[in-house]
Nanobody, 124 residues
Framework: EVQLQASGGGLVQAGGSLRLSCAAS????????IGWFRQGPGKEREGVAY????????VYADSVKGRFTISSDNAKNTVYLQMNNVNTEDTGVYYC?????????????????WGQGTLVTVSS
């Protein structure tokens, strides 16, 4: 059974940092991709960052380039999202998702399995 467990959310001040973790199980982690997505209040779910675990290729949404970093620890079956210099627009529920088709992109419909979300709230 595929399981994805996101954690690390919380309250952070604008300009601060936060690191999210996504622990995966139930599949051969290093063969597939993992994406981070978020859904802000009243907004649609959108892609934030993506990593292909087989070769380390990463993709970022323009809104987070230079501020967020996605990384993967294949030994721990865990993907991280380091969020720096956050702003109020980064507020939302953050989800991680598994991409078994190695689409390499940030489209919600390309993901195959989803974990529960972790809430990030950025205060001004």
């Amino acid at each position: 059974e595929v399981q994805l467990q996101a954690s690390g959310g919380g309250l952070v001040q604008a300009g601060g940092s936060l690191r999210l973790s996504c622990a995966a199980s139930g599949f051969t982690f290093e063969h597939y991709g993992i994406g981070w997505f978020r859904q802000g209040p009243g907004k649609e779910r959108e892609g934030v960052a993506y990593i292909k675990n087989d070769d380390g290729t990463t993709v970022y949404a323009d809104s987070v380039k230079g501020r967020f970093t996605i990384s993967s620890d294949n030994a721990k079956n865990t993907v991280y999202l380091q969020m720096n210099n956050v702003n109020t627009e980064d507020t939302g529920v953050y989800y991680c998702a598994a991409d078994f088709g190695l689409s390499g992109g940030l489209r919600v419909e390309w993901m195959d399995d989803w974990g529960q979300g972790t809430l990030v709230t950025v205060s001004s």
